[in-house]
Each structure stands twice: as C-alpha cells, then as structure tokens.
C-alpha cells in the first residue's frame, strides 16, 4: 500500500514537471513561430565574440508602443519600441522573447559569452556566464531560464528544463 502511494506520489510529481516543460516548450514555438519573414524586421548588434539580433514583429509596432526596451550590449546601449511580440538571439540562439503577456529568457553555455543587459518595462535582466540576474524593483534572483507571465505576475523559474519555483513580483 505504501509503495502504492508513493509510485503516485512520484508519478504525479513528475506529471507536473512535465507539464510545466510541455508548456515552455509549447511557449517557446509560439513566440518563434509568430515571428516569420514576411511580417517582422530584424536589427543586428556586433559583438568582438559574437551578434546580437533582434527580431520584432512589424505589424504590432506602433508610434505609441509601450514596449520599451533598452539592450546594454558591451556598454553600448541601444533602446527602442518593439511591439508586442519580439525575440533576441546571440550567436543564433534565443536567450530573450516577448509574446502578448510572456517574457522569456534563457542563458546560453558560453563561456566566452559578451556582456548583455535587457531592461524591460520595470525588469532587468543581466546575463554572466552562467545565470541571468533578474531585478524587480526591490527584489532580485538569478535563474538559468525564466517566464514571466504578466496576467498572474509571476516568473517560473526553470533548471535543466523543469520548473523548480514561483516568484510573485507584481505588476510591471
């Protein structure tokens, strides 16, 4: 009976991982999916050791956009409007996406990796070679990959593709 219990115990815990990867995975595709050639344009940031790209869906950037974005890429800062749906890649690989209510961000094993800072609406997120920082007003943590859903307020924070906790901010 014991062991029962645990096996379920167990089977729902791991169901939930699960589910949470299945979901950021499925985040992801969508934010990569919705940004296609015909419908965004794309800046390009070089770097000594690598480039930065960002990629923002055209038909959502407005004059009056309040997705605000400053990038401090080796202490050159570029800030612009991006709309309601943009993605970032450096050296080709997503460390940073916005999707309607979801911000995304993710670290990249690089151990020569240059300096990059995004400030986004109230949140700053600092990639090192190994985590990002992320600050929030007052409040600060560091996660390997996180996202922030602006409807419940919360970052999910994941490790090796499972989400390991929540954290409450408030609104942006």
């Known amino acids: 009976m014991k062991t029962k219990i645990i096996f379920i115990i167990l089977f729902a815990a791991v169901s939930i991982f699960a589910y949470a990867e ?3 995975n499925g985040i ?11 419908n965004s344009r794309c800046i390009t940031i070089p770097g000594d050791k690598g480039v930065l790209r960002i990629y923002m869906e055209s038909k959502n950037i407005s004059p009056h956009s309040i997705e605000y974005l ?4 080796n202490g050159n800062q570029t800030s612009f409007q991006a709309g309601s749906n943009f993605l970032i890649t450096q050296d080709d690989k997503l460390v940073f996406g916005k999707h309607k ?4 961000a993710k670290i990249n094993d690089n151990t020569y990796k240059e300096q990059l800072k995004i400030k986004h609406n109230n949140f700053l ?6 985590n990002i920082k992320i600050t ?14 602006r409807s419940s ?13 929540q954290i409450e901010v408030g609104a942006e």
Do not use: C, H, P, Q
């Not at 209510?101 to 995304?104: E, L």
């Not at 997120?125 to 190994?130: F, L, M, P, V």
């Not at 929030?136 to 859903?149: G, P, R, S």
């Open 136 to 149: 929030v007003d007052d409040n600060k943590f560091t996660a390997e990959e996180v996202l922030y859903d």
């Open 70 to 73: 400053v990038i401090d890429y």
């Open 153 to 165: 307020e919360k970052f999910v924070v994941y490790s090796n593709g499972m989400a390991v906790k």
């Open 101 to 104: 209510d979801r911000v995304y």
């Open 22 to 24: 299945e979901s950021l």
């Open 28 to 38: 992801i595709k969508v934010m990569v999916d919705n940004i296609k050639v015909e």
């Open 125 to 130: 997120y600092d990639y090192t070679s190994n």
